[in-house]
């Protein structure tokens, strides 16, 4: 079977059904091919993934929200009041395969015109209901997420128009949203969520007053600020664009960033681990261990009371270290100067590399090519 077969075989199935909801779920699907035979899959693969024609009207038929077009419910299904919206939504998307992740089921894309952008807020899932959430914002959408009650979403649009909307679907204990337009998401959650994980192409991220067990962020060209969470794993992948995190309450926290900014301030971490390969980093913070790298660019780091140990590595910028120097035994490796501003003596162990103090927290800072300076804290 073909796309022009595809679509007719579809549209026969739906003539039944009411203009808008045939011509949005039509045109779904045809953009769909287009988009998925640019990327160099055959028909058969794009099939493979979203469905029959024949599953896709089944899925359809099992709900009562799109009862067929008779004399007594003829109309636009906006019609319809946002709570029986959301129980047929959320009917279907039980049926949604966990497989379908960058491309939801195209029944969903069908079901959009459920939720456009009214200014309004929707509940979609209650406290304790779902463990995990998955947010993908995609074509510049932002998110912002904070914690409350139940889940709780709103979604402004970048030009405030009413052709935006929002994806929802459910997996198991998973519950999904997709945002596929220019915006902001705006996302209450609840207390006790075990997982929330965020995708964006290049869409601001923000994260306050919130907690999970687990938060896991991963970003193309964005911006990532995170202040007053709590939890206990963090993990932020970023390819471009600046990370602000502060008061962070986490055992064990990760950050790879290919390109941009770094800043951590007033946070309690048992374990950071950062990795850049362009971009200047700066830090003022408890921890317990601090792994530091980044290939080009400053280390400003500022670690406050006793710690185990530390590491702090730059091939060209110079490191700024602070801390309470006579807890400390700091080694330094650099081809640049070493500045002591620490009071205590720096003992010169070959041609690059010193030491100052001999306390218990060991400290490394190295750097090829510039200049490392130690002060008191």
């Given at each position: 079977m073909n796309m022009n077969q595809y679509l007719q075989h579809l549209q026969a199935g739906l003539q039944d059904y009411p203009e808008n909801f045939r011509n949005e779920t039509l045109h779904f699907y045809r953009s769909y091919f287009l988009k998925c035979r640019k990327e160099g899959k055959s028909d058969d693969e794009i099939i493979a993934e979203t469905g029959t024609p024949d599953e896709i009207l089944k899925h359809i038929s099992m709900t009562s929200y799109f009862a067929k077009d008779t004399a007594s419910e003829r109309g636009s299904i906006l019609e319809k009041s946002t709570a029986e919206a959301a129980a047929s939504v959320r009917s279907l998307f039980r049926t949604v395969s966990s497989a379908a992740e960058d491309a939801l089921h195209s029944s969903e894309k069908a079901l959009l015109s459920?939720?456009?952008?009214?200014?309004?807020?929707?509940?979609?899932?209650?406290?304790?209901?779902?463990?995990e959430i998955t947010i993908f914002c995609m074509n510049g959408a932002g998110i912002d997420i904070t914690s409350g009650k139940d889940a709780v979403i709103s979604f402004l649009s970048a030009d405030h128009g009413s052709h935006n909307h929002l994806l929802f679907a459910e997996n198991g204990r998973e519950f999904r949203i997709r945002a596929e337009e220019e915006g902001i998401v705006f996302l209450q959650l609840p207390h006790n969520m075990k997982r929330i994980s965020i995708r964006t192409e290049c869409g601001s991220i923000c994260i306050h007053s919130a907690e999970a067990e687990s938060l896991a962020v991963d970003a193309g060209s964005s911006s990532v600020d995170i202040d007053s969470v709590r939890t206990d794993n963090l993990a932020v992948d970023l390819s471009s664009g600046s990370i602000r995190i502060s008061n962070l309450f986490c055992r064990e926290a990760s950050v790879r960033q290919e390109e941009g900014s770094l800043a951590v301030r007033y946070s309690l971490c048992s374990l950071i681990d950062v990795k850049c390969s362009s971009g200047n980093i700066s830090l003022s913070m408890k921890t317990d261990r601090a792994k530091i790298?980044?290939?080009?660019?400053?280390?400003?780091?500022?670690?406050?009371?006793?710690f185990a140990a530390a590491v702090l590595e730059t091939f060209s910028g110079s490191i700024s270290f602070a801390s309470d120097i006579?807890?400390?035994?700091?080694?330094?490796?650099?081809?640049?100067?070493?500045?002591?501003?620490?009071?205590?003596?720096?003992?010169?162990?070959?041609?690059q590399e010193y030491r100052i103090g001999s306390g218990p927290s060991r400290v490394l800072l190295s750097s090829q090519e510039g200049d490392i300076e130690v002060t008191e804290l």
């Open positions: 459920l939720f456009k952008n009214s200014g309004k807020k929707l509940t979609v899932f209650r406290e304790g209901e779902f463990d790298y980044t290939a080009s660019g400053s280390i400003d780091a500022e670690i406050e009371g006793r006579s807890m400390t035994c700091i080694h330094c490796s650099t081809d640049g100067s070493v500045i002591n501003h620490s009071g205590l003596p720096a003992m010169r162990m070959d041609t």
